[in-house]
């Protein structure tokens, strides 16, 4: 079994920066991919960010040029540097990891979620 434990969420003014990150703990064998999410209050959950084993990134349209994604991949552990921060950003962010936990299978993990809140 896997777990994902976010931290680095608070509170931040506009125009100021959080870096969240993510440890994934357990029976791993390998990690493919691993990502943020991110999901106000009345609204769909949202990709912000991937990056896949080979180092690959991806992102959301709304966050390209202010957040970087990264891993270490020797913790298991993936970042989120958030800069420039917009009222907007606010929303509970997700950590979320496709991992290969056995032999045959890869499977979906998330975490328990990190609140951002920025004020204007």
């Known amino acids: 079994q896997v777990q994902l434990m976010e931290s680095g969420g608070g509170l931040v003014q506009a125009g100021g920066s959080l870096r969240l990150s993510c440890a994934a703990s357990?029976?791993?064998?390998?990690?493919?991919?691993m990502g943020w999410h991110r999901q106000a209050p009345g609204k769909q959950r949202e990709l912000v960010a991937v990056i896949t084993s080979a180092g690959g990134t991806d992102y959301a349209d709304s966050v390209k040029g202010r957040f970087t994604i990264s891993r270490d991949n020797a913790k298991n552990t993936v970042y989120l540097q958030m800069n420039s921060l917009k009222p907007e950003d606010t929303a509970v962010y997700y950590c979320?990891?496709?991992?290969?936990?056995?032999?045959?299978?890869?499977?979906?993990?998330w975490g328990q979620g990190t609140q951002v809140t920025v004020s204007s």
């Open positions: 357990g029976v791993i064998f390998s990690i493919n991919a």
């Open positions: 979320n990891a496709h991992i290969r936990d056995t032999y045959y299978s890869v499977n979906n993990y």
